[in-house]
């Protein structure tokens, strides 16, 4: 039931009860201040005049000495008419407490209600911009990430809410525009091969005639675009691909960095690179994943570096740092060089090959493993891979 109520209604409830506390402590603290100062003075000094104080006593417990003692205090003309006049102020006395009681309690309860009542009028007005903020909120759409909630004036909480929410639809649309190029990119990277394959069996089919040649070429181009979609399907397959603590192994790095390496010894030899590996390295991670991660980056650092160029590779406690001499990359083409589908040089990446999706692969996976990396590089001087761990 409470969870179904408004905040406004919440915020009446807890300030009426509040309230409501604070009256009845304020009059019980009124009535209690009251009776030891004012009634039970005046009580005792009525039973004192008109010698109740001696009557209180038991009737059996009196002697006739005291009796007379105190009859005789009084004059006989007058001792009615005292008698007469304590008890019209005891009645008095009591009735004044009855009607403070009566009209306190009265009083409370209208304290209580109009305080009710502000509390409603004040918490709507607490209220307004969360449900103003509300409103514009359930009016965003997809298609509208990049609108922006009006900044309030005030410094207050809605305002910070405010500032919170909008920088949360800045990411949500980066993230969606993301989503979509990198839909539009696959797709595009995938019906490439796949309308060659088409354009191919065509031009077969067309001929009446066909020669084994044809067949091989034929076949050749087949194979080569089924291998570029079958790398395109696996790096879309390992970007989406979600790390679990049951994939958390001890790996010693410097080994992983040598077999990928002993895999590329052709392309390094081709190119008469000076490969040098330098410190140790353990740390927990997904063996398979980071040696994807760290493949494409090697595979780079050779396949762009120039002859007789040289890979260092440095391993310390918190970070690695790859060093090569290769040709270098744009200053402007850095900040993309993680985005999918994002080549520094299309024409150069066609040529030496890769989909764009290596570095956007190896992003993803150390993200994934708590790491960060930074590239600098110069070109035709060379590029400088720093991974924090």
């Known amino acids: 039931m409470w969870a179904k109520l408004s905040i406004q ?29 004012i009634t039970t003075p005046m009580h005792e000094q009525i039973n004192v005049f008109s010698g109740v104080s ?4 038991d009737l059996h417990a009196l002697t006739n000495e005291e009796i007379e003692e105190l009859i005789s205090n009084f004059p006989n003309d007058m001792l009615g008419n005292v008698r007469t006049d304590s008890e019209n102020l005891q009645q008095q006395l009591n009735t004044s407490q009855l009607d403070f009681l009566y009209y306190s309690y009265w009083i409370a309860g209208l304290i209580i209600v109009l305080g009710s ?36 004036k005030n410094h207050d909480e809605i305002s910070h809410l405010i500032d919170s929410f909008n920088s949360m639809l800045n990411k949500l649309n980066r993230s969606f ?3 979509q190029l990198f839909a539009q990119n696959a797709s595009h990277e995938l019906k490439t091969p796949l309308a060659l394959i088409r354009a191919d069996m065509e031009v077969l089919e067309m001929n009446d005639n066909p020669t084994m040649a044809d067949y091989e070429e034929v076949f050749v181009e087949v194979k ?10 696996e790096g879309m397959l390992a970007m989406g691909k979600t790390l679990t603590k049951r994939d958390m192994i001890t ?51 050779v396949r762009y570096n120039v002859e007789g160029g040289s890979i260092h590779v440095i391993l310390s406690k918190n970070q690695i740092t790859i060093n090569d001499t290769g040709i270098g990359i744009p200053p402007e083409s850095i900040d993309q060089l993680f985005d999918p589908f994002y080549r520094v040089d299309n024409s150069r990446s066609k040529k030496l090959g890769g989909n764009g999706l290596g570095l956007a692969i190896t992003k993803n996976i150390l993200d994934s493993h708590q790491m960060s990396i930074n590239v600098q590089s110069e070109v035709g001087k060379g590029t400088t891979t720093t991974i924090q761990i």
């Open 9 to 37: 209604l919440k915020m009446t409830i807890i300030f009426s009860f509040c309230l409501i506390v604070l009256t009845v402590a304020l009059i019980a603290l009124i009535i209690i201040n009251v009776r030891q100062n």
């Open 54 to 57: 001696y009557l209180n006593r």
């Open 117 to 152: 009542i502000g509390a409603y009028l004040i918490s709507g007005v607490i209220v307004r911009p969360i449900k103003e903020l509300s409103n514009s909120v359930s009016e965003i759409e997809s298609s509208k990430l990049d609108e922006q909630l009006p900044c309030s």
């Open 177 to 179: 525009e993301s989503k």
């Open 224 to 233: 080569n675009s089924t291998e570029r979609m079958i790398d395109l399907v």
């Open 251 to 301: 790996i010693e790095m410097r080994a992983v960095f040598e077999d990928i390496l002993s895999d590329l010894k052709a392309d390094i030899l081709s190119k008469q690179l000076d490969i040098k590996i330098k410190g140790e390295l353990s740390l927990k991670g997904d063996k398979t994943l980071l040696r994807q991660a760290f493949s494409n980056l090697f595979h780079n650092a």
